[in-house]
């Protein structure tokens, strides 16, 4: 639990910086991601190729679609759940993201926001459950 709070910490300090400057510093994600990949049973060369692949193909489309540091928090956020639980915040996200949109017609929303309000979702259920 202790890991998720760090992480958790880590998501709404990144959160403020990117609703506040639409940019992240990713250097926060240092600490939680040497623990998320010490200390947890993940794949880290699949996830490295992968996310080394989504860097490429989004720095090729001009970061268009998602941010770079978007994607440093959701590489990060892989180390720490499972790929039910991962696909299960990004649902969460997404709907808040979609709603916000519907709401504000902005083309360009912080995302990181979103992936916090999804794993504050996530976390808020594996308590309910034990």
Not at 53 to 63: A, D
């Amino acid at each position: 639990m202790f890991f998720d709070l760090l992480l958790l910490t880590t998501l709404l300090t990144l959160s403020y910086q990117d609703v506040c400057h639409q940019y992240i510093n990713s250097l926060w994600l240092i600490l939680p991601l040497l623990l998320g990949a010490l200390f947890y049973r993940t794949p880290i060369w699949l996830l490295f190729s992968i996310y080394c692949l989504c860097l490429v193909i989004n720095i090729l489309s001009g970061e268009r679609f998602i941010g770079n540091g978007d994607l440093d928090v959701l590489a990060t956020l892989s180390l720490y759940v499972t790929f039910q639980q991962f696909w299960f915040i990004c649902t969460i996200a997404c709907a808040c993201q979609l709603v916000f949109h519907l709401l504000t017609h902005k083309q360009m929303i912080a995302f990181i926001p979103a992936i916090t309000m999804g794993y504050i979702v996530f976390l808020v259920q594996q308590i309910w459950i034990k």
